[in-house]
Structures are given as structure tokens and as C-alpha cells.
């Protein structure tokens, strides 16, 4: 079937964590004249792979060779040419596609690597090459649910993209993209489980969200603060704590009051009794 893609037509849009991805072009060429000095608009970046014969890559007046296997972005605003060997025409991927970066959402270790490297080069390992080829195939056979599989398949070249960027790290942070009725399950565990440590800030981590959007989302899932919400999980497990015979000693230091006398006065309060 050979190594082309037809994707000319469609529409792949696709959510990349918080990131908006309009992919532009997607194919594969065989270079026989020079690609001439240029660069990328703001938002627009290339992903290419060289899948044959040999050439040069000129970023920034630097030169970098080009063979089988080279793997490199151009983003916004990198100056670069590609020039072909003509006794072996250089062969190429490329894959380009637009950024979006929402304002107010927090970027991944992903997202960020992804926005914030606009030139890289380096070695694909083969698994970069064997998604173009899936991409070839899908394109061209175009079976039932072929777009739902583009999508996955440059998605997985952006991910293998990313960790080369990063040399494979580990990514600690929580994934923004979590549904809002996700995110009340775990608001509800945190203050249940976590009431006497729980921050606004760790809270915001866990559910995706900056902190003033965490409060918001707060007073509109639950018509409350944080600090409220923080103060009313407190006293329900003292509460229980209480009725469970406990000590009065023992539920201020489990739910975390220091100051006896001020959490002997909000357990006296009438609706704690």
C-alpha cells in the first residue's frame, strides 16, 4: 500500500489534556528540490519524520544532518530550510497542526512540553514511524470509525513526542481534564476522608482546576466556601467522634483543632449537639 496519506478532507479537531489540537496537514513526500528558509506562525507547529535517503536541516544557521529515523519539531517562529541529497532524495512525515492554549485552565507537564518547545530533534525508535504507517493505512482504506482511530493514532505520536522532550519523566500532576461530576466524587472524598489536612490548594490539584476556579466551583456545586466546607467536615467527624464516646481531647486533635477551649465552644454550638 505504500507509505502515502489522504487526509486532505477530513476534520480531525481533538482535545490534547487542556490543550485545543486543529491538525492542518498530515502526508508524506519525497523531497527533490529544497524546502527555502521559513518559519511558522504563532500557534502552528510540524512535527517531521525522516523515513528514507538523507538531507540537511538549517535552524538557526545551525546544521543538523538528516537520515532514516531523524525526528524533529519546527514550532512558531523557528527559522529553518530542509535541503535534500540528490543522489538520495530525503523522504518525510510531517505532520502539522495548530495550538490552542485556553486561557485559565492548568497546563500538564504534556501540554506545557508540547506548547513550550518549539525546535527539537532527535532519533525516532521505530514507534514514531509504525503510527505514520497505521495513519497510511487508515487513510487509505478508510473503514468504519477510521476518524476516531486518526485521531488516536496522532494523539499516541504526540504523547511518544512529549516524552522524548522530557526524557520519559514521570508526570506527577493531575490531568485537568476532569468531568465536573468527577471532580464532586472526589471533592466529597477529600472533605470525608481528608478534612482535618485538605487545602484549597491540594483540593485544586485533585480536581483539575486553578484555585479561584476550584472556589467557584465549590459555591456552585455546594453554595459554599472552602473554608466552610472545610469547617463543617471538621465538626461532623468530631461530632461522631463524640457520640462514638471518644474523648473530648481526642476529637480536637483528630480533626485537627489545637485550641481546646475555641472547639469546645463550636461542639456547644446548638446544631452540633
Same mark, same amino acid.
Given at each position: 500500500?505504500?507509505?502515502?496519506? /489522504? ?10 489534556? @487542556?490543550?485545543?489540537?486543529?491538525? =492542518? ?19 502552528? %507547529? ?20 538528516? &537520515? ?8 512558531? @517562529? ?9 543522489? $538520495? ?26 506548547? &513550550? ?16 504507517? /497505521? ?19 496522532? +494523539? $499516541? ?13 514521570? &508526570?506527577?500532576?493531575?490531568? +485537568?481534564?476532569?468531568? #465536573? #461530576?468527577?471532580?464532586?466524587? *472526589? ?10 489536612? *485538605? ?11 486553578? &484555585? ?8 456552585? =456545586? ?13 465538626? @461532623? ?19 485537627? %483543632?489545637? #485550641? ?14
Amino acid at each position: 500500500m505504500g507509505k502515502k496519506i /489522504s487526509l486532505n478532507d477530513v476534520e480531525l479537531k481533538f482535545r490534547f489534556d @487542556n490543550l485545543h489540537i486543529t491538525v =492542518q496537514q498530515v502526508n508524506y513526500g519525497v523531497f527533490h528540490t529544497p524546502i527555502t528558509r521559513h518559519r511558522h506562525g504563532k500557534t502552528y %507547529y510540524e512535527l517531521h519524520l525522516v523515513c528514507g535517503g538523507k538531507g540537511v536541516l538549517i535552524s538557526d544557521d545551525e546544521e543538523y544532518p538528516l &537520515e532514516k529515523g531523524a525526528l524533529y519539531m519546527t514550532g512558531p @517562529n523557528v527559522v529553518h530550510e530542509q535541503i535534500t541529497d540528490s543522489t $538520495s532524495l530525503m523522504e518525510e512525515y510531517c505532520l502539522g497542526f495548530d495550538i490552542k492554549r485556553p486561557k485559565n485552565t492548568p497546563d500538564t507537564e504534556a501540554s506545557t512540553a508540547l506548547c &513550550e518547545t518549539h525546535f527539537w530533534i532527535g532519533t525516532d525508535n521505530g514507534e514514531c514511524e509504525r503510527l505514520f504507517e /497505521s495513519l497510511s493505512f487508515e487513510s487509505l482504506t478508510r473503514r468504519i470509525g477510521f476518524q476516531n482511530n486518526i485521531k488516536n493514532i496522532i +494523539s $499516541s505520536i504526540l504523547v511518544l513526542l512529549v516524552r522524548a522532550y522530557t526524557g520519559d519523566a514521570a &508526570e506527577y500532576k493531575q490531568s +485537568s481534564s476532569v468531568p #465536573d #461530576d468527577k471532580r464532586a466524587i *472526589i471533592t466529597d472524598n477529600a472533605f470525608l476522608y481528608d478534612y482535618s489536612s *485538605i487545602t484549597l490548594a491540594s483540593l485544586a490539584q485533585l480536581i483539575g482546576l486553578s &484555585e479561584r476556579q476550584t472556589q467557584r466551583f465549590l459555591q456552585k =456545586q455546594y453554595g459554599k466556601t472552602f473554608s466552610l466546607l472545610k469547617r463543617e467536615a471538621r465538626l @461532623n467527624k468530631a461530632k461522631e467522634l463524640l457520640r462514638r464516646g471518644k474523648p473530648i481531647e481526642e476529637a480536637a486533635r483528630q480533626t485537627g %483543632y489545637e #485550641d481546646l477551649r475555641s472547639f469546645k465552644k463550636l461542639i456547644n454550638q446548638p446544631e452540633m449537639l
